[in-house]
């Protein structure tokens, strides 16, 4: 059966593949794992369904569900590809659920699925994320092998007043974007923006076209890009999951750099999702981002709200 074999789950859980109709499902057991883990919840259905648009990813062969005795959706996890070489995953258990083996057969499960993907790759890698207060998550991940990679948060900011977008730095021009002219601008902004961060590589426009714009929550309403005459120097993507507003990619290329362009973006944002009504905004940063990223999301008035940390091991 290969990658369609079942996880091996202790009695009386049993496991299938996902479908779409399972999103809701999914989603509450993240809602109940975030409110143990961190009292508030950054994800929901419009999540997962944009994570099950990607590219290379198959529900019928990617990804599991554990179901209870009522067959009521318990635990989740799947794999997702991240490049030629490396694959990304996370599990997660409802915390009624916790420490009766679901977690540890959902791993295995994950790890033998990336084995199969990744056979015959050289260099290939396996990245597992878990919330970085879970200590019994990282004692498994550990114990198999797995060392640390990296550190993320999620950062916040409210959104219960009118928000001002503030001055755009001189000589620039922020405005939305024009998805048949714009979109190619942009993927070479983040680029060249992207260069110097942890696991940089150089994403041809059609890969990124898929993660970034064939999803179901697209929306060019949300997107910007900053201009210095006829030349992008800066772009921000953005998406609705539930009553947030997600900034994706926020990128300012190194010689417009120290201007305020990131800032500006960042202020002119915030504005459109207060115009839609959201209550927060937030958005996903690596902890020891290299151009100092904290630094520049805190200063626009953000705060980091949760954590995750990255495992890595190789395969094969």
């Known amino acids: 059966m290969g990658s369609l074999c079942r996880v091996r789950v202790p009695h009386p859980y049993s496991t299938r593949a996902p479908t779409l109709d399972d999103a809701a499902a999914i989603a509450a057991v993240l809602l109940a794992d975030d409110l143990l883990d961190t009292g508030a919840s950054d994800y929901d259905e419009d999540f997962v369904r944009d994570q099950w648009s990607t590219r290379g990813f198959d529900p019928g062969r990617d990804a599991w569900v554990v179901l209870g005795s009522d067959d009521t959706v318990v635990a989740a996890g799947n794999v997702m590809p991240a490049g030629e070489a490396r694959l990304k995953s996370w599990g997660v258990v409802h915390p009624e659920h916790r420490r009766l083996g679901i977690g540890s057969a959902l791993?295995?499960?994950?790890?033998?699925?990336?084995?199969?993907?990744?056979?015959?790759?050289?260099?290939?890698?396996?990245?597992?994320?878990?919330?970085?207060?879970?200590?019994?998550?990282?004692?498994?991940?550990?114990?198999?092998?797995?060392?640390?990679?990296?550190?993320?948060?999620?950062?916040?900011?409210?959104?219960?007043?009118?928000r001002d977008p503030g001055q755009t730095p001189s000589g620039i021009e922020i405005r939305g974007i024009d998805p048949e002219t714009d979109l190619s601008r942009a993927h070479a902004v983040f680029l060249e923006a992207f260069r110097d961060e942890w696991g940089y590589r150089l994403i041809p426009f059609e890969e990124w076209r898929a993660l970034e714009v064939e999803i179901p929550g697209?929306?060019?309403?949300?997107?910007?890009?900053?201009?210095?005459?006829?030349?992008?120097?800066?772009?921000?993507?953005?998406?609705?999951?539930?009553?947030?507003?997600?900034?994706?990619?926020?990128?300012?290329?190194?010689?417009?750099?120290?201007?305020?362009?990131?800032?500006?973006?960042?202020?002119?944002?915030?504005?459109?999702?207060?115009?839609?009504?959201?209550?927060?905004?937030?958005?996903?940063?690596?902890?020891?981002?290299?151009?100092?990223?904290?630094?520049?999301?805190?200063?626009?008035?953000?705060?980091?709200?949760?954590?995750?940390?990255?495992?890595e091991k190789p395969i094969g």
Do not use: C
């Open 218 to 311: 697209f929306d060019p309403g949300l997107w910007l890009l900053a201009t210095d005459g006829a030349e992008p120097v800066g772009a921000l993507n953005a998406i609705l999951w539930g009553d947030r507003g997600w900034i994706g990619e926020l990128g300012v290329r190194r010689a417009w750099r120290g201007r305020g362009i990131g800032s500006a973006l960042l202020r002119r944002s915030f504005a459109i999702f207060a115009e839609r009504g959201l209550p927060r905004a937030m958005l996903n940063v690596d902890f020891d981002n290299p151009t100092g990223a904290m630094a520049l999301y805190e200063k626009v008035g953000m705060r980091a709200v949760r954590g995750f940390d990255v495992y």
């Open 107 to 162: 791993l295995d499960r994950m790890e033998a699925r990336a084995a199969e993907r990744l056979d015959g790759v050289p260099g290939a890698t396996f990245h597992h994320s878990i919330n970085d207060v879970d200590e019994a998550a990282r004692a498994m991940v550990l114990a198999r092998g797995f060392t640390f990679a990296r550190s993320f948060r999620h950062m916040q900011i409210d959104l219960d007043l009118p």
